[in-house]
């Protein structure tokens, strides 16, 4: 009798266990939504989970299974995500509704990620006042004053890549890349001059890898918050603070302090932070924290060097696989330079028209970020459905997906500038191209990426040739493991001094 009540008590658990997991598995079936059948404790994001796929491919099987669909009913884990691809339902949730879909739905916790209160993944109502005092940083105006400093730090970039050429090394660009961005951001945002490409122990770079590079503790910490989420936060706020947070809040405080003391006056980033600490009544009634003003000066940091050397390394892999792109696009470099008698200037970025379009079209192929996330603020039915959704949903925007799509972009693998000529770019939706995002709440740094990443690429191409080599990955493998799109074992290609004697 005993063996059986076991046996019914492990079956009830079981049964209990279950419900639990699957109890609302219907939701996007009562609203008339299509989508696949989850998996109880996973929903439809197993492999992701596993690190057997890259997120965003994950979600462009899923995009292309429901071809027909302008939006799919996905579970993470227990949790309902809307998945949508109709463009005028991209364009809603962005721009014409946008009071609606302000927030990320993306957690903010003091406690255990000091850090975490940063612009992008602030709510709206402190998004919004920081982003209206952070803006003028990132003016076109203020751009052209910071282009001197950029092109001093692709100088170093051209010296850099002459000693390695000159010992005939093979380059991992990726590292290339990410020191050159490091160094940009750190002069122009932080008026440090660090100069990662020569410095092999850049505090800065070592940052850096820290927050992007997988380890057995952070892959550790990333399982337990996706399976025990409560767990994690309990766990998180017994730890010390991490490496990271001190070493920014350290950086932070060091240079404003500095700058107090000896009245040093640069009008950057850090200036910009130092003035909303002096005039807190600027953002309302937001508690302004030394946490909070170090959040800004980390994300911009973190995400502003990741993305744009992820870029420049992706655009030179597919120039060198595709040298005759990257010959018309050297000659276009060299005319702008002979017109200004080899000084390059901020105009002459603005009329490289191919650069434009390869810039683009690297963008296109290798979106940094795949995904878009929104959270309605209240409930919504969207316009032309019968499709209504709660307060506080969690609404994604496939951009990887929708990037590769075949009957928007015909052949995607295949790498072509004149996808973003002027008369193509007029007959396809605004909303099939979203890199940067749109509506109020697109990317604040997207005009310094774009001059960031472009000064590099011509830095590069105006004296070196680049080339694949024995060690180049082909095809290009994204890394399952990593946050933003990258490749799982770096680009490594051969890069050699241009003759013009």
Known sequence: MELFEILYGIIALCLTVYYYLSSNYDFWKSRGVRGPKPLPGFGNIKDFLLNKKFGGDLLRDIYNEYKEEGM?????????????????????????????????????????????????????ERWRHLRTTLSPFFTSGKLKEMFFLMLKCADHL?????????????????????????DIISTCAFGLEINALSDENSEFRKMGKLVFAPSWKNNLLAKIKQFLPLLYEVIHYFLPRSEITAFFTRVVRDTMKYREMNNVIRHDFIDILRELKKHPDKVGDIKLTDSLITSQAFVFFIVGFETSSTTISNALYELALNQDIQDKLREEIDEEYIKNGSNLIYENVKKMNYLDKVFKETLRKYPPATVLKRQSMSSYTFEGTNVSIPKDQKVWIPIFAIHRDPNIYPKPDIFDPERFADEV????????????????????????AIHQTKIGLIKVLRNYKVETCDKTQIPYVIDPKAVLLTPKDGIHLKISKINRT
Not at 86 to 110: H, M, Q, T, Y
């Open 72 to 124: 799919i009913g996905i579970f993470a884990r227990k949790t309902p995500i809307l998945l949508v691809k109709d463009p005028e339902l991209i364009k809603d949730i962005l721009i014409k509704d946008f009071s609606n879909f302000a927030n990320r739905g993306r957690p903010v916790n003091v406690k255990s990620h000091s850090l975490s209160q940063h612009l992008f993944k602030l709510e709206h």
């Open 158 to 182: 051209e010296q850099y890549i002459d000693k390695l050429t000159d010992k005939n090394k093979l380059i991992e660009c990726r590292e290339l890349t990410a020191k050159f961005t490091i």
């Open 425 to 448: 770019v007029q007959t396809r939706h605004a909303m099939h191209f979203l890199p940067f995002g749109d509506g109020p709440r697109n990317c604040i740094g997207a005009r310094f």
